[in-house]
């Protein structure tokens, strides 16, 4: 076959494609034959002479057959040498090697919501890299592909519009990361790679804001379900009183209540099944007298299986969103200046748990106790919910020094009047 040459202008470099050498759904490999100077003179004792057509075509022949021959050679030892598993694996790969081994671990237990976030994730990042070969895989490449998250999409934002563009927050760019992230750390783990490229070491994660948390006052509860009506004002209320989750309490069904009074459970319970708690655990949470008399009432109207039906769509649960964020803007209270205030401001409908899980702490619940009741899988998640108030630290101290049994006798009588002066 006769090559088919081209002048590279820029280097003055003729070249070829050699489709001896294609690989399938790439194009045919270019690589370099000779200098155009070479190509058309040869070398004599008496300086350059130009090269007849003849002598051009057969030198064309000779150079696309010895680069064709080195380059073959080449491919063959590469199939013969063993590739590393860095080579051999691929981005898909490892993501299902996560699947296997974490993301589907029924001993894990991942809630569906974490699966569901998960697999949106994956998805986006298989259709970027996914055939890629593991040793390919670069942190300017996954940069390249992160930063089109940054662009709006339809639903982007937190429980977004789908019918309107919006930014995903810089929390949400985050998980898509460390999701990749997490992936390629099993197949680090699994020895497939040596360093992770998604690594922070690498990529650098979008700032987010602090943890938030946002508990509610006495006089602030007051107020809130002063405007809360009707169905919201018994929503609002199980939801404090049992620390339960949103769509635990909207979408809670009459068979998860247990009116069944015993030694231990002298108001009976609510057990929140595994397909609607967090971490896929099912939860049994007591009820008080309180929560108990909400129960009941309602029960007495009971019109399907949920304790709170849709009054507009016939056999759903409500949606209190709209009726909260009305509540919530039109609650009145007094701030620390003595001000009357109208509105929670950057308070939702979840930090009624926080609210519940403070006053748990306050009122001096056992971390086991409160993890229990809240349903967290980590003891830490319960400990940051503990919002005590200087007061209660300083009695937490008292109440040591008085079961210690220990005093400052020299102390006793004048202690509690000075005031020492730093100098």
Known sequence: ??????????????CARFKELQEPGKRSPQYDLCTEDHMLNKRTKRGPVARSDEEKANLSFDL?????????LQQARAKAEPKTEAEKKTVSMAIDLYRQRVLYNEELGKSNNTKKSFETHFAFWESEFGKLPLDKLTPKKIMESWEKLFEPCYGGSHKGSKSKLSKRSNATLNR???SLRAALGQAKKKLWIQTNPASTDFVEPEPEPKHRETPLTLEQKEALLKECKGDLHDAVSLSMLTSAREMEVWHMKWAWVHFDQTDKLPNGWITFPKHVTK????????????????LLERHLNKRNKWVF???RKEGSPNNFRKA??????????TNEDGEKVKGLVDFHYHDLRHTAGSFLAIAGVHPKAQQKIMGHSDIAMTLKYAHFAKEDLANAMLLLENELCMTIPECENNANNITPTLN
């Open 176 to 178: 898509y990361l460390a």
């Open 279 to 294: 971490n896929s655990k099912a939860r049994d949470v007591p009820l008080g007298k309180v929560a108990r008399n909400i």
């Open 64 to 72: 696309y057959q010895e680069v064709l021959e080195k380059k073959k």
């Open 324 to 333: 909260f964020e009305n509540a919530r803007a039109n609650a009145v209270w």
């Open 309 to 311: 039906p849709s009054s």
């Open 1 to 14: 076959m006769k090559p088919k040459l081209f002048l590279d202008k820029k280097r003055r470099i003729y």
